[in-house]
């Protein structure tokens, strides 16, 4: 009997692993994440919806993030209307569509539409790096980059991160101890997007509830990596998972970047592996080809400088009626997957 459960068990432990495997595999094909490997080519139509503007308005001015190509993705814009331009505000280097109109020089009534459209293609990044929890030194920067190692308006880097950061005893190489506090928001945060106060990237918020969206979640990330001197950066991007090689976005998506000598920047998702218990591992070090980069940084200015103060988040588009904010303004995107070149 005892020789039959000698045998049995190992084939259990097996069948059981098997089965953890085959589970894993389901939930990351269920979660979108199936096959993020392959470039994708697709074509994406931005929709800008300005709404309710008074009768008196003489100069409205409108700021819409515009993606670039970097490393990880290409971006064309094909159209948009010819009275724009684009900028690019001196912070962070993001794109801007830039349009100032003259309300007596078009027939608007109450409302205005501007539409952009792109080609794009899309490509996972992923760092071994990070996946290996390799030993490399912190990044000896200066110049530009001393700004992803200050503070920011929500993102302070005392009274609560210091507490955190002390009882974290984080590891000295950056790597671990950027994996340290990605697990550490995993285990301790509950993910709420609904929750009063969530949405804004409040650090101090974000500590004392617990909870919060994904703006939350990497706000505190991006505070203990620089109070630990590592620099750290927000990013904001769309969701494009396309069902039957077409879908619609109309909310972003945001994730943080810490930057190691060696590889450069790699990419965290604390909110969405927290959501995915089964991605942990994968999002951390890794960019899939699902989100296109928009926009980063915060306490943005930009490009011309609007009268209203720095942004705390730019990534939706931003209006101006005769020099003062205006809120009604809202946008979509729909997208369709090309065939692959």
């Given amino acids: 009997m005892q020789e039959q459960q000698g045998i049995l068990f190992p084939r259990r432990v097996r069948s059981y692993k098997l089965y953890l495997t085959l589970l894993a595999a389901c939930c990351i094909a269920c979660s979108g994440y199936a096959d993020t ?6 074509t994406l139509t931005y929709t800008c919806h300005i709404t309710n503007i008074p009768s008196a308005a003489k100069q409205l001015n409108c700021w819409i993030p515009v993606p670039s190509s970097d490393e990880r993705q290409t971006v064309a814009l094909l159209s948009g209307p010819a009275s724009g331009k684009i900028t690019t505000e001196r912070k962070y280097g993001n794109q801007i569509y830039y349009s100032q109109i003259m309300m007596d020089k078009v027939n608007a009534k109450d409302s205005l539409t501007i539409t952009l459209k792109y080609k794009i293609k899309l ?18 920067v200066g110049g530009k980059m001393k700004v992803y190692l200050a503070g920011n308006r929500l993102i302070p880097l005392d009274g609560p991160v210091e507490t955190i950061r002390q009882q974290l005893q984080l590891e000295k190489e950056p790597i671990k101890a950027a994996r340290q506090i990605y697990d550490y928001l995993i285990d301790n945060m509950i993910y709420n ?45 769309l969701p494009l998972r396309a069902t039957l090689g077409k879908g619609k976005v109309k909310d972003w998506h945001c994730w943080a970047r810490f930057y190691v000598q060696g590889p450069g920047w790699i990419t965290i998702d604390a909110s969405e592996a927290d959501k995915h218990p089964e991605l942990r591992d994968y999002l951390f070090g890794t960019l899939s080809n699902l ?37 009604n303004v809202k946008w979509e995107g729909t997208f369709e997957t090309l065939n692959q070149d």
């Fill in 37 to 42: 490997t392959q470039p994708r080519t697709l």
């Fill in 123 to 140: 490509w996972e990044k992923l760092v071994p790096e990070a996946r290996a929890l390799t030993n490399l030194p912190k990044a000896d």
């Fill in 193 to 237: 997007y609904k929750a009063p106060g969530a949405g804004i990237g409040d650090v101090l918020w974000a500590c004392n509830s617990k909870t919060g969206d994904c703006s939350d979640y990497h706000s505190v990330f991006i505070a203990l990596c620089r109070s630990e001197g590592i620099p750290a950066d927000h990013v904001f991007g």
């Fill in 291 to 327: 989100y296109l980069t928009v926009s980063h940084g915060r306490d943005v200015v930009l490009e011309p400088a609007q009268q209203g103060p720095a942004l705390n988040i730019f990534a939706d588009p931003y209006v101006e009626i005769d020099g003062k904010p205006f809120t």
